[in-house]
C-alpha cells in the first residue's frame, strides 16, 4: 500500500507513482497487484512467437535441405514451409493481434483461403482451392456470424455489415463459375444459398431494426 500526499489518497495497487498526479508515491505497506499484469502476460506471447519462429526456420531449413538432398523434383519442403508460415499467421493474428474478434475471424478465412490457393498450386492446380475451399470458408463464416448474433443478442445488428460482405463474396464466386474459374456449382450454390438465408432471415425477424441499421449503413 502506498499513500500521496499531493491528492491525500491511499493507494492499493502496487506502483511508484500516483494515477492521478503522478507524484511519487510514500510506501507504507506491502501489497500484492490487484489487477493481472498485462504487458508481463503480452511479453512471454511475444517471447513465445519468437521462439515459434525461430524453430520454424530452423526446421524449414532443415526439411529443405533434406528435400534437396532427397529428391527436389517432389517439393514437399516447401508444402511444410507453408504450414508452418501459416502457424504463425494464425499465432500473430489470433493472440498478439489487436483487433476486433469478428476482423480476426474474417482475416483468419482469408489467410486460410489463401494458404489453400498456394498449397493448390504447389501440388499442381488441382482447381479444389477455388471450388471447394472457398465456399468452405463462406459457409463456415455464414455459421459463425449466426452464433455470435445469438451470443452478442443486444447487438446482433452489428453483424449486418459482415453479411452483406459475405453477400459480395457469393456474388463473385458466381461471376468465377461464369468466368469458368470455378466447375464445381455444388457448393457454390450451398455457400450463395447460406448467405442469402441468413441476410434474408435477418432483415425478417430483425424487423424495423434490421432495416434501419441497413439505412444508417448506407445512407439511406
Known amino acids: ?30 501489497v500484492e497487484n490487484m489487477y493481472p499484469n498485462a504487458k508481463v502476460k503480452t511479453r512471454k506471447w511475444v517471447f513465445m512467437s519468437k521462439v515459434y519462429l525461430f524453430c520454424a526456420i530452423v526446421l524449414e531449413v532443415i526439411l529443405y535441405g533434406i528435400n534437396y538432398v532427397d529428391n527436389y523434383k517432389i517439393g514437399w519442403s516447401l508444402i511444410t514451409g507453408l504450414i508452418l508460415l501459416y502457424g504463425y499467421l494464425v499465432i500473430q493474428l489470433t493472440i498478439l493481434g489487436q483487433a476486433g474478434h469478428k476482423i480476426k475471424i474474417v482475416l483468419l478465412a ?45 447487438n446482433w445488428q452489428s453483424y449486418i455489415m459482415w453479411q452483406i460482405l459475405m453477400l459480395l463474396v457469393s456474388g463473385a464466386m458466381i461471376l468465377l463459375y461464369i468466368f469458368g474459374i470455378m466447375t464445381s456449382p455444388y457448393m457454390m450454390g450451398i455457400a450463395v444459398m447460406c448467405s442469402g438465408m441468413l441476410f434474408l432471415g435477418t432483415l425478417i425477424f430483425g424487423d424495423r431494426r434490421a432495416r434501419v441499421e441497413v439505412q444508417r449503413r448506407f445512407h439511406i
Open 1 to 30: 500500500m502506498s499513500k500521496c500526499r499531493q491528492c491525500n489518497l491511499e493507494i492499493l495497487d502496487e506502483t511508484d507513482r500516483c494515477p492521478l498526479c503522478s507524484s511519487v508515491l510514500e510506501h507504507t505497506i506491502a
Open 110 to 154: 482469408a489467410i486460410t483461403f489463401v494458404m489453400m490457393v498456394v498449397l493448390d498450386l504447389l501440388i499442381g492446380y488441382k482447381g479444389w482451392s477455388v471450388n471447394y475451399a472457398l465456399p468452405t470458408c463462406i459457409i463456415i463464416l455464414d455459421i459463425g456470424i449466426a452464433v455470435l448474433m445469438l451470443i452478442n443478442r443486444r
